[in-house]
Structures are given as structure tokens and as C-alpha cells.
């Protein structure tokens, strides 16, 4: 059964004053197991997402409604929205780097980049600079997949998001070596980190004793990641 014909059965429609939090609403369906789209560009998509995730206390975007996020969804006032539950606007991609994510990461990876710099326009732009906005552009990967660059939602997750500081957080400083080396696993990037005075440290310290030991984002950046060889790389020998 399709997820616009699930919505249909339930009645599901977002109306213009819902749209303020639409959490519950939405979540009648995507909190149960299981729940998946045929995309037939791309692939198959998860659509279950974790209800207590999204109102726990730990989660960064606990007071952002659905839709703030999901930009691509119609308008509620849309007359097709009353005959299905919900349509999705198609994801248009504007230039070549979203051509690239949306062939290579896939069209939620286009639709979160666009959501998420709505609210964080600074990262947004940062990384649209950096050295993996452009290795997405020139990746020979041909499909969606875990072989191409990273955007937003590769670090940071989709729905389970915790800011920064939380020590559970992927990005955090404590599992940021993890998160990097899960795409850079040449053994000489991840022998340099784990025998370096950075990296001993690093592997010493707990949770709760990190204050001071210096990981991948400390020299290289968290958005705006340039090759070293770039003039404006934090790395460049002509900076500082």
C-alpha cells in the first residue's frame, strides 16, 4: 500500500492553522515500523521515524514542527492535499552542486541541505564552499549511496539531532574521529590521527575529560572544510 493512500485512509491532511506544529499529525503514520517509500529515481527510502526521539529532551530541534524542515511538502491549501493526505513538491535542484547531491546523495539529501539552511544559513553557505560540496560534484559515483561526500544529515542525522556539546552527539568532540574516519579510513589518514599526541590523548579520555584534545575539526574546520592545499584552508602553510 502506498504512504498517499495510508494517508488517505487516516485522513491526514495538514490544515493551515496545524501547520505551526504538525509533529503529532504527522507522526500517526511515520511513527510505526517499517514505513517506506519506492522512490522510482532513486531508491528505497525509510519514512519511520522514532516519536520519542523527536520530543525528547536532548534533541536540538524538539520545538521545530515538521514542515519547517520538510520544505518540499505542498501547500496544505492545495486541493490535491484534500484527495490524499499529502504531496510532496518535487525537489527542483537550482544549480550544479544540488544536480549533484540529488543524483548522488539522493533527493532528501537536497531537501534537508535546503532545510537546514534555512535556519543555519552560515553552515549552509560554508559548506557549499567546502572541499566536500565540490568532491560531490566531482564524484563518479552515479547513484545515491554512502560512497558520496557527506551533507548535512550524513553528520548530524536526519531526526535524532543533538547539538554539538551533547557528548552524545556524533559531532561532538568525543566521536567526531569516528564520524570522519567512517569515510576517511585510508589507513595513513587514520595511523597519523591514532599514533599522534592528539590522537593518544584522545583515546585516554572519557566523556567527561575532554577539555583540550584537539580532533579532526579542531585544525580542519566543521563546515567550511578546504583541501590544505586551498589558499583560504585553516591548514594552508600561508595562513596565520
Sequence with gaps: MSVLVILWAVGLTLQPDEMADSRAQC??????????????????????????????????????????????????????????????????????LEQAIAKKRGPGSLAALRGCGECHPEQRDGWQRSIHARAIVESRVTGPGSAAPPTCVECHGAHEIRMGSDP???????????????????QRIVGTFQTSVHGQKHSLTGLDREVGVAVCASCHGAHEILGAGDPGSRLSLGIG
Design 168 to 186: 552524545q552527539s556524533p559531532v561532538s568532540l568525543h566521536h567526531s574521529p569516528a564520524l570522519c574516519m567512517g569515510c576517511h579510513a585510508d
Design 27 to 96: 507522526l500517526v503514520c511515520h511513527s510505526g515500523p517499517g514505513l517506506t517509500y519506492a522512490d522510482p529515481d532513486t531508491l528505497v527510502r525509510n519514512l519511520s521515524v522514532a516519536a520519542e526521539a523527536v520530543f525528547a529532551d536532548w534533541n536540538a530541534h524538539r520545538d521545530v514542527s515538521c514542515v519547517e524542515c520538510h520544505l518540499d511538502l505542498a501547500d496544505p491549501t492545495d486541493p490535491r492535499v484534500a484527495a490524499t493526505g499529502h504531496v510532496p513538491d518535487p525537489i527542483v535542484p537550482a544549480n550544479e
